[in-house]
């Protein structure tokens, strides 16, 4: 069985000397290490999204290095049976009833997650309180964003759904399409994000996670030299200004003073275990520091194009009583659209608190 990106870093800490990034991007030119370059997607741009899913990918010309060796790291152990999700991504954990299963079952759950950047689990029956229980193993719970859907008596739970009841939305209709991680606008994002499945549509809504360390590992040496040191700006107003896909918002002077810009690394290392990832995101990206303009944004979107393509990216196919987390530390997800005429989907999401990103 294929390993993790867990024990990449062991190579990765080899210092490399700083190239100045001028040297891969002109002046309103692209020129790419990575090969051809399409649309991208940006959070809020379904067209573009729409586009680079129908277009082939030429891997050919990406100049990826493969011959990276990891360990093993899924090993099984004696309570909990897990399978990859994706060649060295994610963890499916089968055959546990997470309501219900024991300590040690659940803190190798934790385990497991800290280790393969995602987990699943299929057919759960998950109360609100079963939720924050077990959500409460990886850490405290973060508070969202807008408070406007988080179910009643659970402020810690927030709803996605297209369902009007009464006149009134109870949730938040396509959050989270476009490439992005979660709380990236603020200085300490989400350590993780879990949605558990309420109603899912027959067709669509696939949610995709994108591995941000088999992304980093596949870049030459001469890239990754690069980028190593580069940061982004992040914005929440810019984000809630100018989205496509979820609700617009000017924000209010309160809302704005919460939420003040925070900068942000490209390349972000793992807490755990020191593995590096790259870390770009769309929607609240408004620059990349020191390289002003459309220069940096064209990098942002090279990059971000370059860490979602197949190779890297899971696809989960909702099914009721699914519950996914994806690690915020090392990978990007996106939403995709369903048709919201015929079918109805709620998910129910949580955040745990997490750090400042290095
Ligand atoms: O609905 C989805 O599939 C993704 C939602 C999302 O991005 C989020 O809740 O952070
Ligand atoms: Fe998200």
Same mark, same amino acid.
């Given at each position: *069985?294929?390993?993790?990106?867990? =024990? ?9 000397? !700083? ?15 990575? /090969? ?12 573009? &999204?729409?586009?680079? $899913? +129908? ?10 290095? =493969? ?23 994610? +963890? ?12 040690? %079952? ?6 497991? &997650? ?5 987990? +699943?689990?299929?057919?759960?029956? #998950?109360?609100?309180?079963?939720? *924050?229980?077990?959500?409460?193993? &990886? ?32 949730? %938040?209709?396509?959050?989270?399409? /476009? ?14 994000? #879990? ?18 360390? %088999? %992304? $980093? ?22 984000? *809630? ?16 003073? +919460? =939420? ?22 769309? /929607? ?30 899971? !696809?989960?196919? $909702? ?5 996914? #987390? ?33």
């Amino acid at each position: *069985m294929s390993g993790s990106c867990l =024990n990449a870093h062991e190579e990765l800490v080899v210092k490399r000397p !700083r190239a100045p990034i001028a040297a891969s991007v002109s002046a309103g030119r692209r020129k790419s290490a990575f /090969g051809a370059q399409g649309p991208i997607i940006r959070q809020g741009d379904e067209k573009a &999204f729409v586009r680079v $899913w +129908a277009r082939p990918i030429r891997l050919a010309s990406l100049g990826f290095v =493969n011959d990276r060796i990891f360990e093993d790291a899924m090993t099984p152990t004696a309570d909990i049976a897990i399978k990859d999700l994706k060649a060295g991504f994610g +963890a499916e954990i089968t055959g546990l009833d997470l309501a219900t299963a024991s300590d040690a %079952a659940l803190d190798q759950v934790v385990d497991t &997650f800290h280790r393969h950047g995602a987990i +699943a689990l299929r057919d759960q029956k #998950m109360t609100p309180d079963d939720l *924050m229980r077990f959500i409460g193993r &990886f850490g405290e719970a973060e508070d969202h964003t807008q408070t406007r859907f988080t179910l009643e008596g659970y402020p810690k739970i927030f709803i996605l759904s297209n369902r009007v009841v009464d006149g009134k939305p109870i949730g %938040a209709h396509n959050d989270g399409v /476009g490439w992005h991680t979660d709380y990236s606008y603020k200085p300490e994002p989400v350590m993780l994000t #879990m949605l558990y499945a309420v109603e899912v549509p027959e067709e669509g809504s696939d949610t995709l996670l994108a591995d941000g360390c %088999a %992304a $980093w590992n596949a870049l030459p040496a001469d890239r990754q030299a690069l980028l190593e040191g580069l940061k982004l700006h992040h914005s929440y107003k810019h984000f *809630m200004a100018t989205r496509t896909f979820g609700e617009q918002q000017t924000l209010s002077p309160e809302m704005e003073a +919460a =939420n003040p810009d925070v900068e942000h690394p490209l390349i972000r290392t793992h807490p755990a275990d020191g593995r590096k990832a790259l870390w770009p995101s769309t /929607g609240t990206v408004t620059e990349v520091i020191g390289m002003p303009g459309p220069a940096g944004l064209a990098l942002l979107d090279e990059l971000v194009e370059f860490m979602t393509q197949d190779q890297f990216v899971y !696809r989960h196919k $909702w099914r009721v009583g699914d519950l996914l #987390m994806w690690d915020n530390r090392c990978t990007l997800h996106t939403g995709t659209l369903y048709d919201d005429t015929k079918y109805f989907r709620t998910m129910h999401r949580l955040w745990v608190k997490g750090d400042k990103p290095y």
